[in-house]
């Protein structure tokens, strides 16, 4: 057996108010809008913003909340930021106290803008700054964007181009088309296209290419590095997999519901 820790990015469910319903209809909104992705995503809640005094009043909602995400298709972790004396209220709902990691780009309390523009991409929506761009500029067969950003929604895109590194704890999602990076992805990253994914430095963190079910999607990278590799839904732990193409240029295809990696020549 080898026990050993990795460097992953988690999804947080950052909540004001135990509202099962309200929180479960908008967390299909989002499944629906990219059932490939969501497809059975770890979650971690984040209870900071919950009024603690009302929680105690109604500690069974933890139980119901974890319930209605499995239902979902989601696979609820634990949860974070939990008073010590609320946290015997979670452990006999079944959830996991979390540490509280402050460096991350996820938890930290200092990155705000950050947390609502990753919010903004998987809900479909871009960032503000983006959209001042695109209200100012015509629209084009290709275009070139910041990480962090997505593809106007509505728009028929041939490719997003990203010229820099994407970092830890960034995301990025080119809707209806491909997406080419010609630098590096960071451990903990995460990119996603509707068609397919170039990569033409180290690809590092999770990948993710026809997300929409597009099973002609492909991957190609300069040197294969990542944690998890997804295409049309079907995944794989580069950990688990017996290629000998680890930091090696690798193209990945689908066939027969099979992930292949093959020498990128």
Known sequence: MIL?????????????????????????????????????IPIVL??????????KKVPLQFATLKNRLLQLGFV?????????????VLLKAGWTIMPVNNKSNLVNKN???TLEKQDNIMS???????????????SSPASSASPGTKAKPGKKVASLTIDRPVRSGQQIYAAGGDLTILAATSAGSEIMADG?????????????????????????CSSLQAELIVIAGRYQLLDESNTTLIGKPAMIRLDNEKLIIEPLS
């Open 196 to 220: 397919s994914i170039h990569v033409y430095g180290a690809l590092r963190g999770r990948v993710l290419a026809g997300v929409n079910g597009n099973q002609l999607a492909r991957i190609y």
């Open 111 to 113: 990155s705000e803008d």
């Open 124 to 138: 479909g929506k871009p960032p503000e700054e983006l959209r001042k761009k695109e209200s100012a500029t015509s």
């Open 76 to 88: 609820p972790l634990g949860a974070r930021n939990m008073p010590k004396d609320m946290q015997e």
């Open 4 to 40: 050993k820790g990795e460097m992953s990015m988690l999804n947080v469910l950052h909540l004001q108010e135990l509202d099962i319903d309200k929180i479960c209809t908008e967390l299909k909104l989002k499944r629906d809008g990219s059932p490939q992705f969501f497809l059975r």
């Open 46 to 55: 984040d209870c900071a913003k919950l009024d603690f005094n009302a929680i």
